[in-house]
């Protein structure tokens, strides 16, 4: 069976688009710990990334770093509830999903780590 809202175009498509992105986010918001928690980092380190750099590439390099964190948990939360909605119970394939979702997230703490620290102490 097709997916209804696919058959959408145009604008109309545009902002459907934009109402899931944003209830997407609002659901992560309210039901994820982490992605609080890298909200909050965010809301500190992207004026940070203004006020500590005069350089363009330099900001884009730091404030790509933070969303990039942002976008990792996103997807990495909407593993963990496919995961979740498919069965509570454990399973090795479940456990290996959410562990490689969970590894990116931790790729990604590591490069905004990375990023911010070889930008500021050049």
Not at 19 to 40: H, M, P, T, W
Not at 82 to 88: C, G, H, Q, T
Not at 90 to 108: E, M, Q, T, Y
């Amino acid at each position: 069976m097709e997916n209804p809202h696919k058959g959408k175009t145009g604008l109309r498509r545009l902002l459907n688009a934009f109402a899931y992105s944003c209830s997407g986010i609002k659901e992560a918001y309210r039901n994820e710990d982490a992605f609080r928690q890298e909200v909050l980092l965010a809301a500190i380190l992207l004026p940070l990334a203004f006020w500590l750099t005069s350089d363009a590439i330099e900001r884009a390099l730091l404030i790509g770093s933070v969303l990039l964190l942002l976008i990792v948990e996103l997807v990495n939360s909407a593993i963990e509830a496919v995961v979740d909605r498919i069965s509570l119970e454990n399973h090795p394939l479940s456990k290996r999903a959410k562990d490689i979702g969970s590894a990116a997230v931790f790729i990604c703490i590591l490069n905004l780590l990375a990023v911010w620290l070889l930008v500021l102490l050049r």
